[in-house]
């Protein structure tokens, strides 16, 4: 064992012993205590760091034997329809029907991941992605370093591929309210940070694509939130992903459109070139104006632990995902982006049951239900709006040495749109 992996072992137990104490507190027992001390102040930071600089995991860590599949069903609770998930590793995306079975599948050679999907009405798949270390050679790459292997991703419903674009890309690409094409991308920056006179740092930038998938517009997320510290006072302590590479201050991970004209009167955050982002590494969500390229609005710090996913509900509030990486007990929250307030959150009776130290996914669904995915654990859930769970999913995939992958994203959809889609253009389902 290695020095650096004894710390990181040491700073989990001492992370875990914190999470339980609140699980006890939680459930009214007086009985757990831990004998390791609750880190405080630099020590508690230094040790967040290290926890949330750990690599996202590409399969579940887990020895006992789960159930996979659909797990269970609550009566006509659950929303009935069509589930899409993208598998964090090996380049994949799986569509499973009501009864969990796997109907329809994407995939693309030499890809080591893939981010979250998004499936157009048109049957179209749109994702981001990173080429496998392997594969890093091929004539579209250059170098082989983690920027550089990244790409933007456009298939058709049959797997065929339309484009692939080196470009950066991560986490997510989806429409803008113009029928136009908008994803993450990362790109190194010399930058003044906290006083570190051209420190190294990793921006994250909204990128605007034509429809061949080329650049034709980049917005530096670094330079709206440095133009407003009032609002958005940097977080500096994000992590490093070791001594030589680039500092990722932001790692925005989701960005959801704002525009509803039916909201314009209540507040200016909603408008037409509005977007939110999640963003991990500054424990924060986020408003923007892409148009005026100005930050509007920032809420969560010292709320939220490592967030994910956000989306825009019909109320105007926003849904997201609070991992809860300080107190390794994740969560869904509501928020009220102009009263700045949460009115509304459910989490597990208790941690073990549901916490994911990274990426996962959270939508509102049209009766009023909440699908979760629990990524670290190749979970997806469903819960009603009185905290009951009616629906759970077990990713059955797995790898070479049979350990189940983590999971990116998952969406439901209306299994009208997916069974015409299916008739239109046929099945491809998973064979292993």
């Given at each position: 064992m290695t020095p650096r992996q004894s710390i990181l072992i040491a700073i989990t137990l001492i992370i875990a012993a914190c999470g339980q104490a609140d699980s006890n507190r939680a459930s009214g027992s007086e009985s757990g205590t831990s004998s390791i001390p609750t880190p405080q102040g630099e020590d508690l930071n230094e040790a967040l760091d290290d926890l949330m600089g750990l690599p996202y995991a590409g399969f579940v860590d887990e020895e006992d034997d789960v159930k996979e599949?659909?797990?269970s069903s609550s009566g006509t609770r659950w929303y009935r329809g069509y589930t899409l998930y993208s598998l964090y590793s090996g380049g994949m995306a799986m569509l499973v029907n009501p009864h969990g079975d796997i109907v329809h599948h994407w995939s693309t050679p030499m890809s080591e991941r893939w981010a979250h999907t998004e499936l157009m009405p048109n049957g179209e798949l749109l994702t981001a992605?990173?080429?496998?270390?392997?594969g890093a050679r091929d004539e579209e790459v250059e170098g082989g370093n983690d920027l550089e292997r990244r790409f933007a991703l456009r298939m058709k419903w049959n797997g065929e591929i339309v484009w692939r674009v080196h470009n950066a890309a991560h986490h997510e690409m989806t429409r803008n309210p113009d029928g136009g094409l908008v994803t993450l991308t990362a790109r190194g920056r010399r930058t003044k940070v906290a006083g570190e006179k051209g420190r190294l740092i990793r921006d994250n930038v909204v990128t605007y694509l034509d429809e061949a998938g080329q650049t034709v517009r980049n917005i530096s997320l670094y330079n709206m939130i440095a133009a407003d510290s009032l609002i958005f006072p940097l977080k500096t302590s994000a992590h490093k992903e070791g001594d030589k590479a680039l500092r990722d201050l932001i790692h925005a991970n989701a960005i959801e459109w704002l525009n509803r004209p039916d909201l314009y009167s209540r507040s200016p955050l909603y408008g037409r070139n509005n977007v939110v982002l999640s963003m991990r590494h500054q424990d924060r969500i986020a408003i923007f104006d892409l148009e005026q390229e100005k930050l509007l609005w920032a809420w969560g710090l010292g709320e939220i632990s490592g967030p994910h996913d956000v989306q825009l509900l019909e109320s105007g509030n926003l849904l997201l995902l609070d991992n809860g990486v300080e107190k390794r007990r994740s969560r869904v929250i509501e928020v009220d982006p102009v009263e700045n307030q949460?009115?509304?959150?459910?989490q597990a009776?208790?941690?073990?049951?549901?916490?994911?130290?990274?990426k996962g996914a959270v939508q509102r669904l049209p009766n009023g239900n909440t699908l979760v995915t629990n990524a670290d654990h190749g979970?997806?859930?469903?819960?009603?709006p009185d905290g009951d769970v009616v629906?759970?999913?077990v990713s059955p995939m797995r790898n070479a040495e049979g350990k189940?992958?983590?999971l990116h994203r998952a969406r439901r959809f209306e299994s009208e749109f997916i069974e015409d889609l299916i008739s239109k253009y046929g099945a491809n389902p998973y064979e292993g």
């Open positions: 599949g659909l797990i992605g990173i080429v496998a270390r392997e949460i009115v509304w959150e459910w009776p208790t941690a073990r049951e549901f916490f994911t130290r990274t979970e997806i859930f469903e819960i009603a629906w759970r999913f189940r992958s983590t």
